[in-house]
Protein backbone atom coordinates (compact mmCIF):
# COMPACT_ATOMS: atom_id res chain seq x y z
CA UNK A 1 0.00 0.00 0.00
CA UNK A 2 1.12 3.36 -0.72
CA UNK A 3 -0.79 6.97 -0.85
CA UNK A 4 -1.32 9.05 -3.73
CA UNK A 5 -3.16 11.87 -5.07
CA UNK A 6 -2.63 15.61 -5.48
CA UNK A 7 -3.24 18.52 -2.98
CA UNK A 8 -4.14 22.25 -4.08
CA UNK A 9 -1.79 25.67 -3.07
CA UNK A 10 -1.81 25.65 0.83
CA UNK A 11 -0.61 28.45 3.40
CA UNK A 12 1.88 28.09 6.12
CA UNK A 13 0.93 29.78 9.08
CA UNK A 14 2.05 30.62 12.14
CA UNK A 15 -0.91 31.16 15.29
CA UNK A 16 -3.37 33.48 13.63
CA UNK A 17 -0.29 34.56 11.33
CA UNK A 18 -0.19 33.86 7.36
CA UNK A 19 3.62 32.97 6.90
CA UNK A 20 4.36 33.51 2.57
CA UNK A 21 5.26 30.73 0.77
CA UNK A 22 7.55 32.48 -2.00
CA UNK A 23 11.02 31.90 -0.14
CA UNK A 24 10.49 28.55 0.24
CA UNK A 25 9.39 27.12 -3.15
CA UNK A 26 10.57 23.54 -2.43
CA UNK A 27 7.91 23.43 -0.01
CA UNK A 28 5.31 24.81 -2.52
CA UNK A 29 6.89 23.10 -5.76
CA UNK A 30 8.73 20.14 -5.63
CA UNK A 31 7.02 18.79 -2.33
CA UNK A 32 3.41 19.98 -3.68
CA UNK A 33 1.70 16.96 -3.77
CA UNK A 34 -0.65 14.82 -2.29
CA UNK A 35 -1.77 12.08 0.41
CA UNK A 36 -4.49 9.30 0.29
CA UNK A 37 -5.19 6.81 -2.07
CA UNK A 38 -5.06 3.09 -2.69
CA UNK A 39 -1.78 1.96 -3.56
CA UNK A 40 -0.06 4.77 -0.91
CA UNK A 41 1.21 8.29 -0.78
CA UNK A 42 2.50 9.76 -4.58
CA UNK A 43 3.89 12.42 -5.76
CA UNK A 44 2.17 15.31 -7.98
CA UNK A 45 5.52 14.66 -10.42
CA UNK A 46 5.65 11.69 -12.71
CA UNK A 47 8.88 9.14 -13.09
CA UNK A 48 11.71 11.16 -14.25
CA UNK A 49 14.13 9.97 -17.27
CA UNK A 50 17.17 8.57 -14.96
CA UNK A 51 20.53 10.24 -16.55
CA UNK A 52 22.39 8.36 -18.75
CA UNK A 53 24.44 4.85 -15.90
CA UNK A 54 21.88 5.17 -13.49
CA UNK A 55 19.68 2.29 -14.21
CA UNK A 56 20.60 -0.83 -15.92
CA UNK A 57 18.68 -2.14 -18.56
CA UNK A 58 16.03 -3.87 -16.89
CA UNK A 59 15.27 -0.61 -15.45
CA UNK A 60 17.01 -1.84 -11.99
CA UNK A 61 19.26 1.04 -10.01
CA UNK A 62 22.82 0.46 -10.35
CA UNK A 63 23.91 -0.26 -7.23
CA UNK A 64 27.19 2.05 -7.08
CA UNK A 65 24.79 5.16 -7.62
CA UNK A 66 22.24 3.65 -5.38
CA UNK A 67 24.74 3.73 -2.90
CA UNK A 68 25.50 7.26 -3.27
CA UNK A 69 24.90 9.18 -0.56
CA UNK A 70 22.87 12.96 -1.25
CA UNK A 71 24.66 16.46 -0.55
CA UNK A 72 23.19 16.12 3.08
CA UNK A 73 24.82 12.64 3.88
CA UNK A 74 22.93 9.84 4.89
CA UNK A 75 20.76 8.81 8.05
CA UNK A 76 21.05 5.19 8.35
CA UNK A 77 21.57 2.37 11.22
CA UNK A 78 23.18 -0.53 11.68
CA UNK A 79 26.22 -1.88 10.16
CA UNK A 80 27.82 -0.10 7.15
CA UNK A 81 29.31 -3.74 5.98
CA UNK A 82 26.50 -5.70 6.48
CA UNK A 83 25.17 -8.23 4.09
CA UNK A 84 22.02 -6.84 3.31
CA UNK A 85 21.24 -3.01 2.31
CA UNK A 86 17.57 -1.35 2.61
CA UNK A 87 16.64 1.81 1.65
CA UNK A 88 13.56 3.52 2.42
CA UNK A 89 11.92 6.32 1.05
CA UNK A 90 9.41 7.81 3.45
CA UNK A 91 7.18 10.99 3.74
CA UNK A 92 6.34 11.87 7.11
CA UNK A 93 2.41 12.72 6.04
CA UNK A 94 1.79 9.51 4.63
CA UNK A 95 -0.42 6.81 6.74
CA UNK A 96 1.33 4.23 4.60
CA UNK A 97 4.74 4.90 6.02
CA UNK A 98 3.41 5.08 9.47
CA UNK A 99 1.96 1.63 9.25
CA UNK A 100 5.30 0.53 8.10
CA UNK A 101 7.07 2.14 11.21
CA UNK A 102 4.44 0.93 13.55
CA UNK A 103 4.22 -2.35 12.35
CA UNK A 104 7.35 -3.53 10.59
CA UNK A 105 10.03 -1.28 11.37
CA UNK A 106 10.26 -2.57 15.48
CA UNK A 107 11.39 -6.11 14.70
CA UNK A 108 13.14 -5.23 11.87
CA UNK A 109 15.56 -3.07 13.77
CA UNK A 110 16.08 -5.54 16.94
CA UNK A 111 16.26 -9.09 14.37
CA UNK A 112 18.08 -7.46 11.60
CA UNK A 113 19.96 -4.02 11.95
CA UNK A 114 20.81 -4.36 15.26
CA UNK A 115 21.94 -7.78 15.15
CA UNK A 116 24.60 -6.80 12.04
CA UNK A 117 22.77 -8.33 8.93
CA UNK A 118 21.01 -5.33 7.54
CA UNK A 119 22.34 -1.50 6.89
CA UNK A 120 18.47 0.33 7.26
CA UNK A 121 19.13 3.72 5.02
CA UNK A 122 16.41 6.39 5.60
CA UNK A 123 15.83 9.10 2.79
CA UNK A 124 12.83 11.42 2.63
CA UNK A 125 10.38 11.88 -0.02
CA UNK A 126 8.12 14.21 1.59
CA UNK A 127 4.41 14.89 -0.08
CA UNK A 128 2.64 17.98 1.16
CA UNK A 129 4.59 20.82 2.24
CA UNK A 130 3.52 20.21 5.76
CA UNK A 131 6.14 16.70 5.09
CA UNK A 132 8.15 19.44 3.91
CA UNK A 133 8.62 21.36 6.58
CA UNK A 134 8.81 18.56 8.84
CA UNK A 135 11.63 17.13 6.66
CA UNK A 136 13.54 20.61 6.81
CA UNK A 137 13.17 20.22 11.14
CA UNK A 138 14.41 16.58 10.95
CA UNK A 139 17.60 17.54 9.14
CA UNK A 140 18.54 19.87 11.41
CA UNK A 141 18.01 17.73 14.09
CA UNK A 142 21.40 15.83 15.81
CA UNK A 143 21.76 12.78 14.35
CA UNK A 144 20.93 10.85 17.73
CA UNK A 145 17.84 12.77 17.16
CA UNK A 146 17.12 12.07 13.88
CA UNK A 147 15.37 8.96 14.11
CA UNK A 148 13.70 9.70 17.29
CA UNK A 149 12.52 13.21 15.88
CA UNK A 150 10.98 11.31 12.71
CA UNK A 151 9.15 8.27 14.25
CA UNK A 152 7.66 11.33 16.59
CA UNK A 153 6.52 13.20 13.64
CA UNK A 154 4.90 9.77 12.48
CA UNK A 155 3.45 8.83 15.63
CA UNK A 156 2.21 12.01 16.21
CA UNK A 157 1.05 13.15 13.08
CA UNK A 158 -2.59 13.86 13.89
CA UNK A 159 -1.21 16.49 15.80
CA UNK A 160 0.03 18.72 12.98
CA UNK A 161 -0.43 17.01 9.88
CA UNK A 162 -3.24 19.77 8.15
CA UNK A 163 -3.64 20.98 4.83
CA UNK A 164 -2.33 24.09 6.22
CA UNK A 165 1.14 24.42 7.32
CA UNK A 166 1.05 24.78 11.06
CA UNK A 167 4.67 25.81 12.03
CA UNK A 168 3.21 26.02 15.92
CA UNK A 169 2.27 22.44 15.68
CA UNK A 170 5.39 21.30 14.35
CA UNK A 171 7.82 22.83 16.42
CA UNK A 172 5.92 21.44 19.35
CA UNK A 173 6.85 18.21 18.24
CA UNK A 174 10.54 19.20 17.53
CA UNK A 175 10.54 20.22 21.19
CA UNK A 176 10.13 17.40 22.24
CA UNK A 177 13.91 16.51 21.37
CA UNK A 178 15.22 19.52 22.92
CA UNK A 179 15.34 21.85 19.90
CA UNK A 180 14.67 26.00 20.14
CA UNK A 181 12.60 27.48 18.82
CA UNK A 182 15.54 29.73 17.33
CA UNK A 183 16.91 26.92 16.20
CA UNK A 184 13.31 25.84 14.34
CA UNK A 185 13.30 28.92 12.61
CA UNK A 186 17.12 29.11 11.90
CA UNK A 187 16.55 25.92 10.56
CA UNK A 188 13.40 26.64 7.54
CA UNK A 189 15.53 29.47 7.02
CA UNK A 190 18.75 27.24 5.83
CA UNK A 191 18.76 27.22 2.12
CA UNK A 192 21.29 24.00 2.12
CA UNK A 193 18.97 21.85 3.89
CA UNK A 194 16.43 22.49 1.59
CA UNK A 195 18.13 22.18 -1.75
CA UNK A 196 19.82 18.89 -0.15
CA UNK A 197 16.26 17.80 0.15
CA UNK A 198 15.40 18.42 -3.12
CA UNK A 199 17.86 16.57 -4.22
CA UNK A 200 17.32 13.57 -2.63
CA UNK A 201 13.96 13.42 -4.10
CA UNK A 202 14.61 14.40 -7.14
CA UNK A 203 17.16 11.23 -7.51
CA UNK A 204 14.54 9.50 -5.95
CA UNK A 205 12.36 9.95 -8.53
CA UNK A 206 14.99 8.96 -11.20
CA UNK A 207 14.95 5.56 -9.51
CA UNK A 208 11.13 5.37 -10.24
CA UNK A 209 10.07 6.50 -6.81
CA UNK A 210 6.70 7.40 -6.74
CA UNK A 211 5.45 7.22 -3.33
CA UNK A 212 5.84 6.15 -0.21
CA UNK A 213 6.78 4.11 1.12
CA UNK A 214 9.01 2.70 -1.42
CA UNK A 215 12.05 0.68 -0.75
CA UNK A 216 15.05 -0.80 -2.27
CA UNK A 217 16.09 -4.52 -0.80
CA UNK A 218 20.04 -5.08 -1.83
CA UNK A 219 19.09 -2.87 -4.95
CA UNK A 220 15.44 -4.23 -5.98
CA UNK A 221 12.65 -1.77 -5.58
CA UNK A 222 9.39 -2.71 -3.73
CA UNK A 223 6.17 -0.75 -3.06
CA UNK A 224 4.18 -0.33 -0.38
CA UNK A 225 3.71 -1.37 3.10
CA UNK A 226 6.36 -4.65 3.97
CA UNK A 227 5.96 -7.17 6.57
CA UNK A 228 9.04 -8.51 8.53
CA UNK A 229 8.93 -12.13 7.06
CA UNK A 230 8.41 -10.55 3.03
CA UNK A 231 11.74 -8.49 4.17
CA UNK A 232 13.57 -11.54 4.99
CA UNK A 233 12.37 -13.67 2.30
CA UNK A 234 13.65 -10.94 -0.13
CA UNK A 235 16.80 -11.11 1.50
CA UNK A 236 16.96 -14.63 1.57
CA UNK A 237 16.36 -14.91 -1.88
CA UNK A 238 19.16 -12.04 -3.10
CA UNK A 239 21.64 -13.61 -1.28
CA UNK A 240 20.64 -17.83 -2.54
Excluded at 115 to 126: A, D, H, S, Y
Excluded at 213 to 237: A, E, Y
Aim: aromatic share 8%.
Amino acid sequence: MQCTGELPRIAITRGDASVSLNRRKFIGGVLAVGAGGLSGCAGGVGRQSAPVGLLMADGTPVMAELMKPSPLGEKSLGSPTAPGVIIEYASLTCPFSYKFHLDTYPRLKKELIDTGKVRFILREFPIGRAAGTAAIITRCAPDKDYFVLFDKYLVQRTEWVSQEVRLDAIYKIAAQTGMTRQAFDACLANKEVEEGLKAIKQRGREFGVSGTPTFFINGKKFRGVLTLDQIKSMLVQQTA
